[in-house]
């Protein structure tokens, strides 16, 4: 499994952006931040700019799209994306020609994997995970990803099942999001089941996924104000309990890797 490669560039609410490397190529889940930025994660990464063959979409907020309209320009390719937010990007008249919309539940090959999509609830035009297959000898090798979810559904979950890693976000802690110095609304929304996922929702899924064969966690999308790096690892790691599972707690601003060698 060495010869993929589960990357987070950057992840928090200033900015998103994930690879997922494949000895076929790589495919950039969501382009937060600005393109500069972007590249030079990348190599920081040791990841070459022309090998990404894709750009997967999970929605049109601006942190997770804020760097693409420079990136195409450098970099004209496919760009999915749920047909719901096509209205806030078909306007961009560089990234239009690349824009590939989809329903929710989608899937296609893409850059030698098979990708697939299922809806997850949040506040936006149309929000997705996504599950990746990459062929191997026997089966292959599943990864998943959801962030950007007030709840988990029942469709979220079957599609996260069986999967080997999977990157899960963990946005809060709720008694600092209830007690910190977000504006109620803001409060209410966050906490909603359109908002984001919770320190312990997110790990009680972290438990369940691994007793069906997951054995990497990328914990993602950690807020600043509400969360702490420490609160969202124990959380999890005390849901996951004994099992042979890595763990790792994606940094908003530096580059973390989940290790398969220790998944």
């Known amino acids: 499994m060495s010869n993929v490669r589960i990357v987070s560039l950057y992840s ?15 495919i950039l889940i969501d ?22 063959r894709a750009i997967l979409l999970t929605h049109e907020h601006t942190d997770h799209v804020s760097a693409l309209a420079v990136w195409i320009k450098k970099h004209p390719i496919p760009v999915y994306l749920p047909t719901a937010c096509l209205p806030r990007l078909e306007c961009e008249p560089t990234v239009a020609p690349y824009l590939r919309p989809h329903p929710p539940i989608w899937t296609e090959q893409i850059c030698g994997v098979t990708v697939t999509s299922f809806p997850t609830p949040h506040d936006s035009r149309g929000s997705v995970g996504y599950r990746i297959e990459i062929p191997q000898e026997g089966r292959p090798l599943c990864i998943g990803y959801a962030t950007d979810l007030g709840y988990v559904t029942p469709e979220v979950e079957a599609a996260l099942t069986g999967c080997r890693a999977v990157v899960l976000e963990s946005n809060h802690d709720p008694e600092m999001l209830q007690y910190g110095p977000y504006p109620q609304d803001l409060k209410r929304r966050i906490a909603s089941r359109r908002g984001h996922l919770s320190n312990g929702e997110s790990a009680l899924l972290a438990a369940r996924l691994c007793a069906s064969g997951t054995r990497g966690i990328l914990l993602a999308h950690l807020s600043r104000e509400n969360n702490t790096p420490e609160l969202a690892f124990d959380e999890c790691f005390g849901a996951v309990g004994d099992a042979d599972v890595r763990i790792r707690v994606a940094d908003p601003e530096a580059i973390t890797e989940l290790d398969w060698e220790e998944a």
């Open 12 to 26: 928090g609410s200033s900015g998103n952006a994930f690879v997922i490397s494949t000895p076929s190529g790589a």
């Open 31 to 52: 382009a937060g931040k600005n393109a500069k930025r972007l590249c030079a994660a990348l190599r920081e990464a040791g990841i070459e700019e022309s090998s990404i």
